[in-house]
């Protein structure tokens, strides 16, 4: 039951990810940031989200902790592919520690991966994040994942960037 939710989750956000993506109306206007430096700190479904990206090249580290038996950490190192105030599109390899539960099964394991991230603007608010992507396990501490080599890494959320107004 876990996988069906996982995985349909997933594609649902790559298709929603893709479809928003396309809609880059008066983006020509705005100035390109790929090689401009700036922060990020932002709150998603991994918890607190707190970056930097260096010109092309970002590091941002997630993580929340609700007790021993609910945790997840986070690296991703990201590559702009596209970015000005309104939306950034990149790619990042993340890795990561994941320990949680679904009805019947615990999970604990190390994964490493890579997603596609979209930070875009919805009636004149930006902000908003979604990033999905895959991972290998590289290792599955209680063995509930041996048929599972591969899990979806879906992040949902508010990651504000501290852009600077004049896109220097």
């Known amino acids: 039951m876990f996988k069906i939710k996982r995985w349909g989750i997933f594609y649902l956000f790559i298709v929603v990810s893709f479809l928003y993506g396309s809609d880059e109306k008066g983006a020509k206007k705005l100035p390109d940031l790929r090689h401009t430096s700036y922060p990020e700190l932002g709150v998603t479904t991994s ?7 260096y010109g092309r090249f970002g590091l941002r580290l997630s993580q929340y902790y609700f007790n021993p038996f609910h945790s997840d950490m986070v690296l991703n190192l990201g590559y702009k592919l596209y970015d000005n105030r309104k939306t950034q599109h990149s790619l990042n390899l993340l890795a990561g520690r994941y320990t949680g539960s679904d009805p019947g099964t615990d999970y604990d394991y190390a994964y490493l991966g890579m997603a596609y991230g979209l930070n875009f603007t919805v009636l004149g608010l930006s902000g908003f994040f979604v990033e999905a992507g ?9 063995g509930n994942l041996d048929d599972d080599p ?3 890494c879906v992040k949902l959320g508010y990651v504000y960037r501290f852009t600077p107004k004049d896109g220097r």
């Not at 918890?47 to 990206?53: C, E, P, R, V």
């Open 150 to 152: 591969l899990v979806p």
């Open 134 to 142: 895959i991972a290998a396990v590289l290792q599955d501490n209680l």
């Open 47 to 53: 918890g607190i989200n707190l970056g930097y990206w």
